[in-house]
């Protein structure tokens, strides 16, 4: 003997699934909708709605069968097992609303095209019901956009805005800005130390490591390409060389600190007249 499918399930799981996706598109905000307490529990209360629903549904047809006639309650539940879905086959063809083929003479149109003819099916009963929830939520949608004012995708990004301008803002209170114009020349060896250690990392590879100059120019003399000095050399590591083959601009992978901590190493270097050096390049600088 096949078992029945729970047809009171079924009907309670997809009414709750229906109510569960619509909510999931309308609320707004970020993340899941059913993790919002009040939206859980909105959810909970429609679970158990429908279940008391069909509590009381299945007590009403208890009730109801009880004060009937043996006769009439054997004809009624005859007609309950008839339109009862049993299985897989049962409830696809619940679904579909599709006539056998035996019954097929009797929703035949009496037109034809060419000799095909047109069966009168009706919709099926998933469309139907999908319809229908279309028009449900049209319904929730224009009460709560248009009649309560929800908000809508506009107030969503000007609060999206409103929040990343208060993170950028405290973001900029924990940086430490650098004022270019009144840079000195510092001598802590702390972050000479730590210029030392960047600029034989990503700059020996042009400047060497001494800073005689390769591919990159002299560090050691006094001239310089794009000027000499505290200000000029933490410009030219931070914004770059001279487009098209000057060296990248650093500004993008270290912070200003470690830029001028860079610089700072760089003016240590003068004087140093390593061996082997590079020819001077640019104009002599002078303070």
């Not at 729970?6 to 909708?33: K, S, W």
């Not at 679970?47 to 007590?59: F, H």
């Not at 009730?63 to 299985?87: F, G, M, P, V, W």
């Not at 003016?267 to 002078?286: H, V, Y």
Request: glycine content about 6%; some cysteine; hydrophobic content about 40%.
């Amino acid at each position: 003997m096949k078992n029945k499918l729970p047809i009171t399930f079924i009907r309670v799981f997809l009414i709750f699934a229906i109510v569960f996706i619509a909510t999931e598109i309308i609320v707004p905000g970020d993340g899941v909708a059913f993790m919002n307490p009040p939206v859980a529990s909105f959810l909970l209360i429609v679970l158990l709605t429908l279940i008391i629903v069909e509590k009381i549904k299945d007590a009403s047809e208890k009730l109801y069968t009880d004060h009937i006639s043996k006769e009439e309650r054997d004809a009624y539940l005859a007609e309950k097992e008839k339109n009862q879905i049993k299985d897989w086959k049962s409830l696809v063809q619940s679904l579909t609303s599709v006539r056998a083929i035996n019954d097929e003479e009797e929703i035949i149109l009496d037109h034809d095209y060419d000799g095909i003819k047109e069966l009168d099916n009706d919709l099926p009963p998933w469309w139907v019901y999908m319809f229908y929830a279309t028009i449900v939520s049209a319904v929730v949608y224009l009460g709560y956009y248009e009649v309560f004012d929800g908000e809508n995708q506009i107030d969503e990004y000007n609060e999206q805005v409103a929040i990343a301008e208060k993170e950028i803002e405290a973001y900029r209170k924990t940086v430490k800005v650098l004022d270019i114009s009144t840079m000195e020349v510092s001598s802590d060896a702390a972050a000479l130390n730590k210029g030392k250690k960047i600029f034989k990392t990503n700059c020996a590879a042009c400047h060497m490591v001494d800073g005689r100059g390769s591919i990159g120019p002299n560090l050691t003399d006094e001239y310089w390409i794009l000027g000499g000095g505290i200000k000029n050399i933490y410009n030219t590591i931070s914004e770059g060389g001279r487009d098209g083959k000057g060296m990248i601009a650093w500004k993008n992978s270290f912070s200003p600190e470690k830029i001028q901590q860079v610089a700072n190493y760089i003016i240590s270097l003068q004087g140093t007249n390593p061996d082997k050096a590079k020819a001077p390049e640019g104009d002599k600088w002078e303070e």
